[in-house]
T-cell receptor
Framework: QQQVKQSPQSLIVQKGGISIINCAYE??????FPWYQQFPGKGPALLIA?????SEKKEGRFTISFNKSAKQFSLHIMDSQPGDSATYFC????????????FGQGTELSVKP | ETGVTQSPTHLIKTRGQQVTLRCSSQ?????VSWYQQALGQGPQFIFQ???????GRGNFPPRFSGLQFPNYSSELNVNALELDDSALYLC??????????FGPGTRLTVL
């Protein structure tokens, strides 16, 4: 089953805190896992992505942790800021399907000042 | 470098009508994918075009069709519009199977 499950649906974090969003997938053929950030009225913007040959990738305040055996991956936002308030989507794809992205249901993050 | 652009921004149609949405891919990108995003949901893959040929299709009926032009821009056509077609339609461009970059979307409302 080609499905990606994302949690939590919504998240409230204080400024300076750590935001953690989790995703789980079923299909072990997935080989590319991006995270997108979407502001209201805008298209999703690529934040960071990982492939299953590494367990962690960090770019600035954003880190992806990947657990291949558990078929789970997560996004950590360090030192969360009010400007990070947006909806975050995890996704997965397989190279042999031309990069068709399967998205999670999204997490609405609100960072309180 | 110009990003992905889409037109129009908003569109209102009635049931049964036909609509055409347009997308210009980012410079250097040769692949365009279309997604439908219902309110409060993640984007759903409609289809992808590579070198002017359809290269994969999601679970959407044949009344959803598309084109890619030699300059890699693309169109999404939807015939016989239904109320459930109301959504944000997103275009994403990439170079082959690399990272996909999304445009701002077209908000379609079907009355």
């Amino acid at each position: 089953q080609q499905q990606v499950k994302q949690s939590p649906q919504s998240l409230i974090v204080q400024k300076g805190g750590i935001s953690i969003i989790n995703c789980a997938y079923e299909n072990t053929a997935f080989d590319y896992f991006p995270w997108y950030q979407q502001f209201p009225g805008k298209g999703p913007a690529l934040l960071i992505a990982i492939r299953p040959d590494v367990s962690e990738k960090k770019e600035g305040r954003f880190t992806i942790s990947f657990n291949k055996s558990a078929k789970q991956f997560s996004l950590h936002i360090m030192d969360s800021q009010p400007g990070d308030s947006a909806t975050y989507f995890c996704a997965a794809s397989m190279d042999n399907q031309g990069g068709k992205l399967i998205f999670g249901q999204g997490t609405e993050l609100s960072v309180k000042p | 470098e110009t990003g992905v652009t889409q037109s129009p921004t908003h569109l209102i149609k009635t049931r049964g009508q036909q609509v055409t949405l347009r997308c210009s891919s980012q410079s250097g990108h040769n692949t365009v994918s279309w997604y439908q995003q219902a309110l409060g949901q993640g984007p759903q893959f409609i289809f992808q075009y590579y070198r002017e040929e359809e290269n994969g299709r999601g679970n959407f009926p044949p009344r959803f069709s598309g084109l890619q032009f030699p300059n890699y821009s693309s169109e999404l056509n939807v015939n016989a519009l239904e109320l459930d077609d109301s959504a944000l339609y997103l275009c994403a461009s990439s170079f082959a199977r690399n990272e996909q970059f999304f445009g701002p979307g077209t908000r379609l409302t079907v009355l």
